[in-house]
Protein backbone atom coordinates (compact mmCIF):
# COMPACT_ATOMS: atom_id res chain seq x y z
CA UNK A 1 0.00 0.00 0.00
CA UNK A 2 1.68 3.37 -1.23
CA UNK A 3 1.92 6.06 1.30
CA UNK A 4 0.78 9.42 0.64
CA UNK A 5 2.96 12.07 -0.05
CA UNK A 6 2.84 15.05 2.40
CA UNK A 7 5.26 18.36 1.64
CA UNK A 8 6.25 20.23 4.59
CA UNK A 9 4.13 23.02 5.49
CA UNK A 10 5.17 24.02 8.88
CA UNK A 11 6.11 27.67 9.59
CA UNK A 12 10.04 27.98 8.98
CA UNK A 13 10.87 30.36 12.35
CA UNK A 14 13.82 32.09 9.79
CA UNK A 15 10.69 33.56 8.08
CA UNK A 16 8.76 35.12 11.23
CA UNK A 17 10.42 38.66 12.30
CA UNK A 18 10.74 39.08 16.13
CA UNK A 19 12.95 42.00 16.11
CA UNK A 20 11.26 45.18 17.09
CA UNK A 21 14.04 47.37 14.82
CA UNK A 22 12.84 45.27 11.74
CA UNK A 23 8.95 45.87 12.54
CA UNK A 24 10.03 49.61 13.11
CA UNK A 25 12.14 49.88 10.16
CA UNK A 26 9.66 48.24 8.11
CA UNK A 27 6.82 50.44 8.81
CA UNK A 28 8.36 53.25 8.56
CA UNK A 29 10.03 52.44 5.44
CA UNK A 30 8.51 49.97 3.20
CA UNK A 31 4.81 50.68 1.71
CA UNK A 32 1.58 51.09 3.31
CA UNK A 33 -1.48 48.92 2.05
CA UNK A 34 -4.87 48.74 4.71
CA UNK A 35 -7.64 46.92 4.29
CA UNK A 36 -10.73 46.77 6.12
CA UNK A 37 -8.94 44.24 8.71
CA UNK A 38 -5.77 44.30 8.38
CA UNK A 39 -2.55 47.03 7.07
CA UNK A 40 0.16 45.66 5.04
CA UNK A 41 3.75 46.94 5.24
CA UNK A 42 6.06 46.08 2.47
CA UNK A 43 9.80 46.04 1.90
CA UNK A 44 11.59 44.37 -0.50
CA UNK A 45 14.30 42.01 1.01
CA UNK A 46 17.10 39.29 0.32
CA UNK A 47 14.31 36.49 1.97
CA UNK A 48 10.69 36.12 2.72
CA UNK A 49 10.01 37.34 6.42
CA UNK A 50 6.52 38.02 8.19
CA UNK A 51 5.70 39.95 11.44
CA UNK A 52 2.41 39.81 12.89
CA UNK A 53 1.55 42.43 15.16
CA UNK A 54 -2.00 43.20 17.16
CA UNK A 55 -2.30 46.19 19.65
CA UNK A 56 -3.19 46.32 23.61
CA UNK A 57 -6.16 47.51 22.55
CA UNK A 58 -7.55 44.66 21.75
CA UNK A 59 -7.53 43.17 25.53
CA UNK A 60 -6.07 40.33 26.88
CA UNK A 61 -3.40 38.28 25.50
CA UNK A 62 -5.65 35.46 25.08
CA UNK A 63 -7.60 37.24 22.40
CA UNK A 64 -4.32 39.00 20.60
CA UNK A 65 -2.44 35.79 20.41
CA UNK A 66 -5.77 34.02 18.99
CA UNK A 67 -6.00 36.91 16.16
CA UNK A 68 -2.04 36.21 15.49
CA UNK A 69 -2.23 32.61 15.42
CA UNK A 70 -4.90 33.25 12.47
CA UNK A 71 -2.80 35.64 11.12
CA UNK A 72 -0.27 32.52 10.81
CA UNK A 73 -2.14 30.03 9.75
CA UNK A 74 -3.06 32.19 6.51
CA UNK A 75 0.56 33.24 6.09
CA UNK A 76 1.34 29.79 6.35
CA UNK A 77 -1.21 28.44 3.69
CA UNK A 78 -0.21 31.29 1.31
CA UNK A 79 3.68 31.86 1.53
CA UNK A 80 4.77 30.15 -1.30
CA UNK A 81 2.93 33.09 -3.20
CA UNK A 82 5.18 35.95 -1.74
CA UNK A 83 8.95 36.44 -3.06
CA UNK A 84 11.47 37.88 -1.23
CA UNK A 85 9.61 40.52 0.68
CA UNK A 86 9.48 41.60 4.44
CA UNK A 87 5.92 42.32 5.14
CA UNK A 88 4.45 43.28 8.43
CA UNK A 89 1.29 42.59 9.37
CA UNK A 90 -1.10 45.07 11.55
CA UNK A 91 -4.48 44.44 12.97
CA UNK A 92 -6.93 46.69 13.19
CA UNK A 93 -9.70 47.11 15.62
CA UNK A 94 -12.45 45.16 13.33
CA UNK A 95 -9.91 42.26 12.72
CA UNK A 96 -11.54 41.88 16.56
CA UNK A 97 -15.11 40.72 14.79
CA UNK A 98 -13.52 39.15 11.57
CA UNK A 99 -12.91 35.09 11.18
CA UNK A 100 -10.65 32.98 9.08
CA UNK A 101 -12.19 33.45 6.50
CA UNK A 102 -12.55 37.27 6.01
CA UNK A 103 -9.10 37.81 7.00
CA UNK A 104 -7.86 34.89 4.79
CA UNK A 105 -9.72 37.11 1.81
CA UNK A 106 -7.77 40.17 2.64
CA UNK A 107 -4.49 38.18 2.66
CA UNK A 108 -5.25 37.43 -1.02
CA UNK A 109 -6.45 40.35 -2.08
CA UNK A 110 -2.79 42.12 -0.73
CA UNK A 111 -1.61 39.34 -2.81
CA UNK A 112 -2.85 40.19 -6.03
CA UNK A 113 -3.11 43.30 -5.16
CA UNK A 114 0.83 43.88 -4.88
CA UNK A 115 1.40 41.35 -7.38
CA UNK A 116 4.45 39.76 -4.76
CA UNK A 117 4.43 36.71 -6.59
Avoid: W
Avoid at 58 to 70: P, T, Y
Amino acid sequence: MNKPIYHNQSLPKKEIIKKRDTFKEIIQKGKHHQFKYLQFFIMESKARQIGFTVPRRFGKAVRRNHIKRLMREIYRKHRQEIGHFQIVVLANKEADSAGLPELESEFQQFISFCGIH
